[in-house]
């Protein structure tokens, strides 16, 4: 059985960065596209950035320059570092497999919460 583990979040200034971590476990994520997701209160999960197996990234224009996703094969996990972060960046970050047929559960998220 697959398990995600994110972790990193935290309250941050305005401006500030956090790095997060998502540790899998039951397979072996390097022979899977991977995601990060987020979800404000009130909003639906939306995706923000997504790593293909040879390294290539896509982000949302709403957090394009400011976050870089990557990944440790060897580790098993996948990283979201997050940079000048903006209030509208508040919500609870997931990490899962970018396809949508291969998430059959999804972890407890880390919260990210961004002050002015």
């Known amino acids: 059985q697959v398990q995600l583990v994110e972790s990193g979040g935290g309250l941050v200034q305005a401006g500030g960065s956090l790095r997060l971590s998502c540790a899998v476990s039951?397979?072996?994520?390097?022979?899977?596209?991977m995601a990060w997701f987020r979800q404000a209160p009130g909003k639906q999960r939306e995706s923000v950035a997504s790593?293909?197996?040879?390294?290539?990234?896509n982000y949302a224009d709403s957090v394009k320059g400011r976050f870089t996703i990557s990944r440790d094969n060897r580790k098993n996990t996948v990283y979201l570092q997050m940079n000048s972060l903006k209030p509208e960046d508040t919500a609870i970050y997931y990490c899962n497999f970018l396809e949508t047929l291969r998430r059959n559960s999804w972890g407890q998220g880390t919260q990210v919460t961004v002050s002015s």
């Open positions: 039951g397979t072996f994520i390097s022979r899977y596209y």
């Open positions: 790593i293909t197996t040879a390294d290539g990234t």
